[in-house]
């Protein structure tokens, strides 16, 4: 036998014995890129998230001017007729309703255990919401009998108020008041500003204890 003859005959023995055998040649080596792993998605959302019973659940409204907040008595409020904040405190950072108007007929009408039907057409009432920015880029109160301003937080930088501190302490929430109907807080002409503060904390459908705050501001 010739000697490439013998050289083919033992090739072609090995390549048999391979496939018998199940093995195949290996592939050329490669090195495997390295695996990435994508960064979490965070949700930035209201904290803390945690359900307090509606006995446990308290919150306060103060009124600020020049960065100091005002003494509150009976529920009234002494300043200067000129700008000023609204500072509210809260557990979680549920949405308040917030109507402003220069009677307290609001006052009375609106109690606990007031239903909110669908026909409802009061203040706090569902269709009474008005539409406006977030973080408060106009510092406008409307001063109306139903218009009620809806200050909800849903982040950073999705929310209705001049500036929100939110933790897991709690949350502070502030609204800055420059003008009244569009007008300076200084025109305005009425010797008081009656605001109902309501976070609907336990029942949808209707007004439950300790979900209203009402605050009469004096003018001087």
Same mark, same amino acid.
């Given at each position: 036998? #010739?000697?490439?003859?013998?050289? +083919?005959?033992?090739?072609?023995?090995?390549?048999?014995?391979?496939?018998?055998?199940?093995?195949?040649?290996?592939? =050329?080596?490669?090195? #495997?890129?390295?695996?990435?792993?994508?960064?979490?998605?965070?949700?930035?959302?209201?904290?803390?998230?945690?359900?307090?019973? #509606? /006995?446990?659940?308290?919150? /306060?409204?103060?009124?600020?001017?020049?960065? $100091?907040?005002?003494?509150?008595?009976?529920?009234?409020? !002494?300043?200067? $007729?000129?700008?000023?904040?609204?500072?509210?405190?809260?557990?979680?950072?549920? =949405?308040?309703?917030?109507?402003?108007?220069?009677?307290?007929?609001?006052?009375?009408?609106? !109690?606990?255990?007031?239903?909110?039907?669908?026909?409802?057409?009061?203040?706090?009432?569902?269709?009474?919401?008005?539409?406006?920015?977030?973080?408060? =880029?106009?510092?406008?109160?409307?001063?109306?009998?139903?218009?009620?301003?809806?200050?909800?937080?849903?982040?950073?930088?999705?929310?209705?108020?001049?500036?929100?501190?939110?933790? #897991?302490?709690?949350?502070?929430?502030? $609204? +800055?008041?420059?003008?009244?109907?569009?007008?300076?807080?200084?025109?305005?002409?009425?010797?008081?500003?009656?605001?109902?503060?309501?976070?609907?904390?336990?029942?949808?459908?209707?007004? +439950? =204890?300790?979900?209203?705050?009402?605050?009469?501001?004096?003018?001087?």
């Amino acid at each position: 036998m #010739a000697k490439h003859q013998f050289v +083919d005959y033992l090739l072609a023995g090995l390549a048999g014995l391979m496939v018998l055998s199940g093995c195949s040649a290996p592939a =050329p080596s490669a090195v #495997a890129p390295a695996a990435t792993t994508a960064p979490p998605t965070t949700t930035a959302g209201p904290v803390p998230t945690t359900a307090l019973a #509606a /006995s446990e659940f308290t919150w /306060s409204v103060e009124i600020l001017q020049n960065n $100091r907040p005002l003494a509150t008595t009976n529920d009234q409020v !002494q300043l200067a $007729r000129s700008a000023f904040t609204l500072r509210v405190k809260m557990p979680q950072p549920l =949405p308040v309703k917030l109507n402003a108007l220069n009677t307290d007929a609001n006052f009375k009408a609106l !109690q606990p255990g007031f239903a909110l039907t669908d026909d409802c057409t009061l203040a706090l009432c569902t269709g009474m919401d008005v539409a406006e920015g977030r973080l408060n =880029p106009e510092r406008d109160l409307f001063v109306d009998p139903q218009l009620t301003h809806y200050l909800y937080y849903q982040g950073p930088q999705d929310h209705r108020w001049s500036r929100a501190d939110v933790t #897991a302490l709690g949350a502070v929430l502030e $609204r +800055d008041v420059v003008t009244l109907n569009g007008k300076p807080v200084e025109q305005y002409k009425d010797p008081a500003l009656f605001l109902l503060f309501f976070v609907n904390y336990t029942n949808p459908g209707k007004i +439950d =204890p300790g979900e209203l705050k009402k605050i009469t501001l004096a003018f001087k």
